[in-house]
């Protein structure tokens, strides 16, 4: 039910701007700009702490046992290692072709990129945020990248993944 209320003072700059308002269930404007207060308080701290938890967790590498399902090291990214990353990604030489692109024993190594980093070339073009170098046992190395609309990409890139081992001091 709406009523319209006449407010004859000015205790508060709402009331100040709007003398004559229609308020919901006869609340005062005092009541409707506490309530929205804490209403948008509330969601900015959830908001800060959403972003803060993604943050800590997406600034590191992960290196990925597909064997045995499990990351089984964690390290905090360096200059160098994204640079090595970028590098990669403008190195990319086709597609890979096959029905199953995630091999049954081998390693990943999830790369976050921040800043981001435009790839555009013939088989992908978007801005790419991270970048998972999947290492099989017995095969060459290859990509997988996400596009804007949550799709995996897989592509083959010319070069070898080993001065990212040796910059992660990994060993497969």
Known sequence: MFIKLD?????SL??????????????????VVNLL??????????HLLSINGFAQTNSQIE???IHKGKVIRVL?????????????????TGVVVK?????????????????????RNQWFVDLVDEVTIIIPDQEK?????VDDENQPHFLTFKGDVAKIEGLLNFQP
């Not at 207060?37 to 959830?46: D, R, S, T, W």
């Open 76 to 92: 905090e990214m360096d200059r160098n290692i994204h640079h090595k990353a970028e590098k990669i990604l403008g190195d990319i």
């Open 99 to 119: 029905y199953n692109p995630i091999p049954n024993n081998g390693y990943m190594i999830r790369i976050p990129l921040e800043p981001n980093v435009k790839v």
């Open 7 to 11: 407010l004859p003072y000015a205790s």
């Open 141 to 145: 190395a290859y990509l997988m990248v």
């Open 14 to 31: 709402a009331a100040t701007f709007i003398p004559h308002t229609t308020l919901f269930l006869g609340d005062s404007i005092l009541e």
């Open 63 to 65: 290196i990925f046992d």
């Open 37 to 46: 207060k804490k209403v948008l308080g509330c969601i900015l701290a959830f």
